[in-house]
């Protein structure tokens, strides 16, 4: 495309119309598509996170269960609880928290699960833009959603560089 130059010739009606329709669809569809997969991959990764806390508390209450079970079951038939049992339940409490605490942080660092609504309220409007242009539009039609898909976009940087002052203040740096 460079090598082809600058455009020539007359702005009439059609040329803005194919070239206009062209360019909307590859910068507010296109923005609205890539989105669409930024919101579905932050809310996957942030899922899978919540998911592994979540199985790590559950190997956590298993354990504990287990050697309360087995504590109860020694001290019936008169033996001692297995030392093993013992160092379990203390690696598995000792690392569990961590587990957690880490996707905390991760959550509380990257906002994963706000950054997939913001992306998915944001390709939704982008494509409620696009869509407000009619087939036929003119110059300042193709103008004015190039602007409001800017405007869009601008509000979603600015929103998230606040967001990522807010976490260097919270961290200290």
């Known amino acids: 495309m ?7 010739g007359r702005y009439d009606r059609e040329r803005v119309a194919a070239w206009g329709h062209w360019a909307m669809d590859q ?5 609205a598509a890539y989105h669409w997969r930024q919101g579905r991959l932050n809310g996957r990764i ?3 996170v919540h998911q592994f806390e979540n199985a790590t508390f559950l190997l956590l209450m298993a354990t ?8 109860t079951a020694t001290s019936l038939t008169g033996r001692e609880t297995p030392e093993w049992l013992a160092v379990l339940v203390a690696m598995t409490g000792a690392i569990v928290p961590a587990i957690s605490a880490a996707g905390l942080a991760l959550e509380a660092t990257l906002s ?3 950054e997939a609504q913001r992306s998915k309220m944001l390709a939704a409007r982008l494509e409620g833009v696009a869509a407000g242009l009619a ?6 039609a193709l103008q004015n959603v190039a602007k409001a898909a800017i405007r869009l976009q ?10 990522a002052v807010r976490r260097r203040l919270v961290r200290g740096g």
């Not at 460079?2 to 020539?8: H, K, Q, S, Y």
């Not at 504990?64 to 504590?71: E, M, P, S, V």
């Not at 087939?135 to 300042?140: H, I, K, M, V």
Request: hydrophobic content about 40%.
């Open 2 to 8: 460079r090598l082809a130059g600058l455009p020539r």
């Open 46 to 48: 942030s899922h899978r």
């Open 64 to 71: 504990l269960t287990a050697y309360l079970l087995a504590a």
């Open 154 to 163: 601008r509000a979603q940087e600015e929103h998230w560089a606040e967001g």
């Open 135 to 140: 087939p036929g539009s003119g110059l300042d």
């Open 112 to 114: 994963l699960g706000e």
């Open 27 to 31: 910068l507010v569809v296109g923005q």
